[in-house]
Every structure is written in C-alpha cells, then in structure tokens.
C-alpha cells in the first residue's frame, strides 16, 4: 500500500507540471500578440506594406530612372558588370535573366519586379533564402539605391 506521502508528492509534482505547462502556453500566446519591436504598434490606415516605407519617391516615376543591379561578386558572373532591371529581372542558377553558379542558390531564386513606382525584391521560395542588407527578407522587399542583395556566396549592389 501506498504512503499517503508519496501519494501527496506525486499529486504535488502533477500540479506544478500542469501550471508550468499553463505558464508556457500563456507566454507563447502573450509574444504572439506583442507588436514587432515591441512598442505600440501604428498602422497608417492608407499605407501599405511596401508604400509606406518608400519616402521621396511618390511623385518620381521609375521611367525616368536607370535602376542597375551591379555585380560584386558571384560565381560564373564577372564582377562589375550591370544589369538593366527597368522591367524586372530572376536571378537563380536555371534557366534566369542573371544565372549564377552556386549550389546554394535555387533554380528560380529571386525576382527583382516594378511595383508602381518602386522596384521589388522577392525571394522566389528558395531553400537557402535571399538577404537585402545581411537580412533574410520575408516576403517582397522596396529597394533603395546602395541596397545590397546576397544569394549564396554572391553579392549584387543595386543602383539607380
């Protein structure tokens, strides 16, 4: 027969389990609701995503520019030589506008496409992801000039 103190351990162990469990779950749901930064978070009711972060570029048409993309560094590419990415442009290690020859890189990588009056980094679902600035982007991604895009071992700089 079992002593009532080790039955009384056993339930004890059980309940601090449970509220340990009930403090985890409620944590998780607590940082899934804060803001990103964590600050009060204001949304401008007008602006969206990729708009709201573009400044001096509204009443600028992208026509009027000569948007670049430079090679820095890449494999199978020579370093310096530009590409026009006025219409858009994939880069990847298939059949692209830019191939580059790098087992890190996806067939299909990433996409630089207009939006407006804005040019647009897109990772296109690659294993290894597309970074702007030394940070992985996720989802599509305003350029500036200077910006510099890395896929795999290949650095690209983006110019206007």
Avoid: C
């Avoid at 207009?114 to 991604?141: A, K």
């Amino acid at each position: 027969m079992l002593e009532p103190a080790s039955v009384a351990l056993k339930f004890a162990f059980l309940a601090v389990l449970y509220l340990f469990l009930l403090w985890v779950a409620r944590s998780s749901l607590r940082d899934l609701r804060r803001p990103i930064g964590g600050g009060v978070q204001v949304i401008p009711t007008d602006a969206t995503g990729l708009h709201s972060a573009v400044v001096g570029l509204e009443h600028e048409p992208i026509g009027d520019l000569d948007p670049r993309l430079r090679v820095e560094r890449a494999s199978g590419l020579i370093g310096g030589d530009e590409y026009d990415i006025l219409e858009g442009l994939v880069i990847g290690r298939g059949e692209v506008d830019v191939r580059i020859e790098d087992v890190f890189a996806s067939s299909r990588h990433a996409k630089i496409a207009p939006e407006g009056n804005l040019l647009v980094l897109e990772d296109l679902g690659s294993t290894n992801g597309t970074f702007l600035n030394g940070e992985v982007i996720r989802g599509p991604q305003p350029l500036h000039p200077g910006d510099r895009i890395t896929i795999g071992d290949n650095e690209f700089t983006y110019w206007q």
